[in-house]
């Protein structure tokens, strides 16, 4: 397999990009992601309301909720390129956080026209894979955008709203023409999730049809699939989402570098992860979201359901860790 594509001045050869989760992507995982070959990682959505809300308020006088929510945009020591994924609707408010998040050292936005969660794309909202279906809006937010920054801007969508209604290849144009420089297409519609059969056909024909570099995504559970992708559309790259949970090794897989390893390295990284979390996050918050973690690391030996069920019960790191020495290594 052999890829290479550039976005403004950065160059990646073989391997995987890091799809955005909210909820996971954050500083410990991209930084694991990374040290074991992920070309770069991407930021949760992060709100532009947000960041413009709490950048000019009193940050004391907010400081709990805005810290939060500004802490989605940290970066690791030594992250390299940072890219930071924005959404909203309002082109000036996505222009204002755009400098903002530039002015805080992000090296590339990414734009997020693909989330079908509710809260980001009903009530008026409007964010996210809603934007597929007002075109201009879309490409007025991304031409605004690249002309508020002079770091790379990107954009990350579906192939359309639903089966019937895929305009993919339209949005990928649109997004080139107002100065996004790469692209990554989600190949499904918004009606599928993020679960069920991805269309490398249509994936295809929006290759096609930009010049651009698109990154493919969906579905890749290991480098057979990434080759998968990349043979029937012609994609630039991928990008790997669920994949990478629990399983950071698929990077160094698709790059070449290594395997999933044996049960005792995954419980080593499992306890890295949960030191890199609590440094990030402090330990109470460390230990609650790094459960969900365990459980993906954490599959595959006798007894391994009965195990991640007593996780509840690591309720500080030194508890986390003594449950962790009891996996049959
Ligand atoms: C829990 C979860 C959170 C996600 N959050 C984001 C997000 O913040 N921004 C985004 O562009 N996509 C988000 N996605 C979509 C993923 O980036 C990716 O496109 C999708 O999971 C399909 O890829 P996969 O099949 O490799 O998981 C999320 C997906 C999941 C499962």
Known sequence: MTNAFRIGSYEFGRGAVLAPMAGITN????????????LYCVTELISCHAVVYFDEKDKNRHKKRGQKTLALMDRYVGEHPHVVQ?????????????????REGADIIDLNFGCPARKVIKNGSGCGVALMRDPELLGEITRRVVAAV???????TRLGYGRDEKNGVEIAQILEKNGAELITIHAR??????????????????VEAVNVPV?????????????????????????VGQGAKGNPWIFSEIAGTGQRPDLASRVATCRRHLDLYVAWGGEQRAVTEMRKHACWYLKGFD???????????????????RLLDEVPV
């Open 303 to 321: 007894g391994a359901a009965a195990f991640r069920k007593r996780l509840g019960e690591a309720t500080s790191r030194g508890a986390f860790y």
């Open 86 to 102: 924005l959404y909203g609707r309002e082109p000036d408010v996505m222009a204002d956080a755009a400098r903002i998040v530039a």
């Open 150 to 156: 002079d770091i790379p801007v990107t954009a990350k």
């Open 189 to 206: 519609t918004r009606e599928q999730g993020h679960s069920g059969p991805v269309d490398c056909d249509y994936l295809k024909q929006i």
């Open 215 to 239: 990154i493919g995504n969906g579905g890749i559970q290991s480098l057979a699939d990434a080759t998968e992708m990349m043979r029937q559309s012609g994609c630039a790259g991928v990008a």
């Open 27 to 38: 500083p410990p995982f991209r930084q694991l992601c990374q040290e074991l070959g992920a």
